[in-house]
């Protein structure tokens, strides 16, 4: 497959080419085709740095709720979240996944330009 063109919003903010996959291994194609591009429109390595065992073995480059102590239940990075009954959670607590959120909202706020663009309203 060729790289797509970089789309750009009409607030000049680039935005992927197209828009949303529809499952994680459609934006796994789509990315190791190098159809995705980051917030300066360049395009995303085909593999990321180091793949992260809690994301499926890959990330598109945002932050990953397992590199960050949960705020719920306290469980450190690279550790799952856990219940009251100290079992493990089968998904990230809330305040883990809007933790992640905000320190992504940090890194663009501060001009990190290796963030994933947005992907483009359908």
Same mark, same amino acid.
């Given at each position: 497959?060729?790289?797509?063109?970089?789309? *750009?919003? +009409?607030?000049?903010?680039? $935005? !992927? @080419? #197209?828009? @949303?996959?529809?499952?994680?291994?459609?934006?796994?194609? $789509?990315?190791?085709?190098?159809?995705?591009?980051?917030?300066?429109?360049?395009?995303?390595?085909?593999? @990321?740095?180091?793949? /992260?065992? #809690? /994301?499926?073995? #890959?990330?598109?480059?945002? %932050? /990953? +709720?397992?590199?960050?102590?949960? @705020? !719920? /239940?306290?469980?450190? +990075? $690279?550790?799952?979240?856990?219940? +009251?009954?100290?079992? *493990?959670? !089968? *998904?990230?607590?809330?305040?883990?996944?809007?933790?992640?959120?905000?320190?992504? !909202?940090?890194? *663009?706020? %501060?001009?990190?330009? %290796?963030?994933?663009?947005?992907? %483009?309203?359908?």
């Amino acid at each position: 497959m060729k790289a797509s063109t970089a789309q *750009e919003s +009409p607030l000049g903010e680039v $935005r !992927q @080419p #197209f828009g @949303p996959p529809s499952s994680k291994d459609e934006e796994r194609t $789509r990315r190791e085709s190098g159809l995705l591009v980051d917030v300066a429109g360049r395009p995303l390595p085909a593999a @990321p740095g180091t793949p /992260c065992a #809690f /994301c499926d073995g #890959f990330n598109p480059g945002d %932050t /990953c +709720p397992a590199a960050l102590t949960c @705020p !719920q /239940c306290g469980a450190p +990075p $690279r550790k799952r979240c856990r219940r +009251p009954s100290e079992h *493990e959670t !089968q *998904e990230w607590h809330i305040a883990r996944v809007r933790a992640a959120d905000l320190e992504d !909202q940090r890194r *663009e706020d %501060t001009g990190d330009t %290796t963030l994933p663009a947005r992907w %483009t309203s359908t």
